[in-house]
């Protein structure tokens, strides 16, 4: 195990009804103006928007509100927030929606107090300070709950970029399963597999003897693959769906990636796919992740192997690992269709003949230099199979 250090001070509330105690929270974390910031539609029409708003009033606290965040969200927004923040005076800013509100609210939050073009951030610039950011989480997914990044799309290019920094963790989260029972099919089934993905990339390690976090990693994939089917199955399953949210926030505030190198390169691989075809960033997933493990499992046939056996039940073949490995990797794309996600880039909206440019951004873009690092290091050739294998 390697050293490490670990900071994930977001306070969470979980539950039921947990939303009534926003404007609690918020002052409790020292707001007293308030930026609301929320997507396109689904906060307004289930009623929590107006439960929040109710929330703050009750407290006597000031608020505005910003809303069209889109799913993959743009910098053109974030500009916009960045100044109603400072004209009005917003000391937090409060992001009421799934991962791409939540980044957006982050990308404002630390945009406000810095003098220069908050797109510095996600050009490799550390974010150290932000104002206050708390969050209602609608869908799980993203982990940006609890999570240091931020991952924002940046019109002019269409670049999708990270930043990260421990200023903009949440300083609360209020985590209501309830909330995510409005979901469609097809979102709660990409948010299964990005928290699934936020597991993969941790497991995918290069470190040795790392047991506890294998260990956890696959506990939480079981959880996932027992939970997933029940929520698609049934999308009022509160037990199924609290499950589920609870493992979304594990999978991705570095409980399971302390003391071990991660992989990532999935992530980077799938970015330009949601930039360019504005697709799900977990159906997106659902189509890289098994191409990117057909192209690497050789560099580590034994981890693949065990997690084919560990959590997708395939039998340990001694003689030929690499047979094993391989039903693993089936087995979880066969898992992700089932539960609705694409498995080429058919289905997924995306073009083969658009491969070039998608590795040119990937690997050339935004100051990249040619190369991905992670588990096994990737360049523009090994990126372009990787492309052609999900055709
Ligand atoms: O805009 P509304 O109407 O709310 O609709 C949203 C959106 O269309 C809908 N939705 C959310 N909650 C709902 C609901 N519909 C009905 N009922 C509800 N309760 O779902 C759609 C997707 O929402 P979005 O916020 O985009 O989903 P998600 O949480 O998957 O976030 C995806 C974004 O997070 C980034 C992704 O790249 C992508 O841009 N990521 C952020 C990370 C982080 N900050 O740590 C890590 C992740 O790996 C990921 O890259
Ligand atoms: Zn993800």
Same mark, same amino acid.
């Given at each position: ?60 606290? &000031? ?9 993959? &969200? ?318």
């Amino acid at each position: 195990m390697e050293n490490f250090t670990f900071y994930s001070p977001t306070f969470f509330a979980f539950g039921k009804d947990t939303e009534q105690q926003t404007g609690e929270y918020v002052k409790r974390f020292g707001g007293s103006k308030v930026l609301i910031h929320y997507g396109g539609k689904s906060a307004k029409s289930s009623g929590l928007l107006d439960r929040v708003e109710a929330s703050l009033k009750k407290e006597g606290i &000031p608020y505005v509100m910003l809303g069209g965040v889109k799913p993959n &969200p743009r910098s053109g927004l974030v500009y916009e927030g960045i100044e109603l923040c400072k004209n009005e005076g917003v000391d937090f800013v409060l992001a009421v929606g799934g991962g791409s509100v939540i980044d957006s609210s982050k990308a404002i939050a630390a945009g406000v107090v810095y003098d220069g073009d908050f797109w510095d951030f996600y050009s490799g610039k550390r974010i150290e300070k932000a104002l206050p950011v708390g969050t209602i989480l609608t869908i799980a997914a993203a982990g940006s709950e609890g999570s240091p990044d931020s991952v924002i799309t940046k019109e002019e290019g269409m670049f999708k970029r990270g930043a990260s920094g421990d200023a903009i963790r949440p300083k609360f989260s209020i985590l209501n399963p309830a909330l995510t029972q409005t979901l469609p099919a097809y979102q709660s089934a990409a948010g299964i597999t990005d928290i699934m993905a936020h597991l993969y990339e941790r497991y995918l390690t290069n470190s040795k003897e790392v047991e506890v976090t294998d260990r956890l990693i696959e506990a939480l994939l079981l959880t996932m693959k027992h939970e997933g089917p029940r929520v698609i199955a049934d999308p009022n399953n509160y037990e199924a769906r609290a499950n589920i949210m609870w493992a979304g926030m594990m999978a991705h505030n570095n409980s399971c990636g302390v003391g071990r190198s991660q992989d990532w390169t999935s992530h980077d691989i799938e970015h330009e796919l949601s930039a360019l075809y504005d697709c799900a960033h977990g159906a997106g997933l659902a189509v890289t992740m098994p191409a990117v493990h057909r192209y690497v499992y050789k560099h580590d046939v034994m981890r693949f192997a065990k997690v084919a056996v560990r959590v997708w039940g395939c039998q340990m073949d001694f003689d030929h690992p690499e047979v094993t490995a391989l039903e693993g990797i089936a087995a979880f794309q066969n898992f992700l269709c089932s539960i609705g996600m694409p498995k080429n880039f058919e289905e997924l909206g995306a073009k083969k003949e658009d491969i070039p440019k998608l590795v040119e951004v990937l690997c050339r873009g935004n100051g990249r230099e040619g190369s991905l690092t992670g588990f096994v290091t990737l360049d523009e050739e090994d990126c372009t199979k990787i492309y052609e294998m999900m055709v």
